[in-house]
T-cell receptor, first 113, second 115 residues
Framework: NAGVTQTPKFQVLKTGQSMTLQCAQD?????MSWYRQDPGMGLRLIHY???????DQGEVPNGYNVSRSTTEDFPLRLLSAAPSQTSVYFC????????????FGPGTRLLVL | AQKVTQAQTEISVVEKEDVTLDCVYE???????LFWYKQPPSGELVFLIR??????QNEISGRYSWNFQKSTSSFNFTITASQVVDSAVYFC????????????FGTGTSLTVIP
């Protein structure tokens, strides 16, 4: 099993550009989530999904969209990038949240100029 | 209000010393789960332990041990005989099944073990 994979590992955007961060898992987990990690603030939840076709907002959803068309994939879209979205983004999955452990991908480092 | 507080922002110890990382949480639920994750300099998040609110037994795994005390809402993590490889940021997290579908992470404690 590859576990949770994320692409790209690093991305530079200009303000106003859009892009999609990819996340995939091969563990047949129902629950998937996106976090952003900023210095001194820990990890904050952006969006999550409890299964295909079901998504919901987390703590900091503004400026981001998600969709969950399959169990395996959970892409995160930045609609119009802003410097405030410079961060490290982590995708995670778990078999049955919230009791279960979340397993994290390697992260995507995003720089918005 | 912060649901998970890790008051120690940075800690430095000399190799072979013991070190305890503090975690204080806040919840009104009787059923909840607590977690510790390690983030080494390479950046990935590594799961260390999960504890449910009904199990207050302390747990030991090699040089790692965890002290869960509901009376003080704390879930502290101790590394015995620290090693340079223990240098990382450690995060404590809380989940509350009855009321929500998300983890609440603390802000992390950066541990540096000096050789």
């Amino acid at each position: 099993n590859a576990g949770v994979t994320q692409t790209p590992k690093f991305q530079v955007l200009k303000t106003g550009q859009s892009m999609t961060l990819q996340c995939a898992q091969d563990m047949n987990h129902e629950y998937m989530s996106w976090y952003r990690q900023d210095p001194g603030m820990g990890l904050r939840l952006i969006h999550y999904s409890v299964g295909a076709g079901i998504t919901d907002q987390g703590e900091v959803p503004n400026g981001y969209n998600v969709s969950r068309s399959t169990t395996e994939d959970f892409p995160l879209r930045l609609l119009s990038a802003a410097p405030s979205q410079t961060s490290v983004y982590f995708c995670a999955s778990s078999p049955g949240f919230p009791q279960e452990t979340q397993y994290f991908g390697p992260g995507t480092r995003l720089l918005v100029l | 209000a912060q649901k998970v507080t890790q008051a120690q922002t940075e800690i430095s110890v000399v190799e072979k010393e013991d070190v305890t990382l503090d975690c204080v949480y806040e919840t009104r639920d009787t059923t909840y789960y607590l977690f510790w994750y390690k983030q080494p300099p390479s950046g990935e998040l590594v799961f260390l332990i999960r504890r449910n609110s009904f199990d207050e037994q302390n747990e030991i795994s090699g040089r790692y041990s965890w002290n869960f005390q509901k009376s003080t809402s704390s879930f502290n993590f101790t590394i015995t005989a620290s090693q340079v490889v223990d240098s990382a940021v450690y995060f404590c997290a809380l989940s509350e099944p009855p009321t929500g579908n998300q983890f609440y992470f603390g802000t992390g404690t950066s541990l540096t073990v000096i050789p």
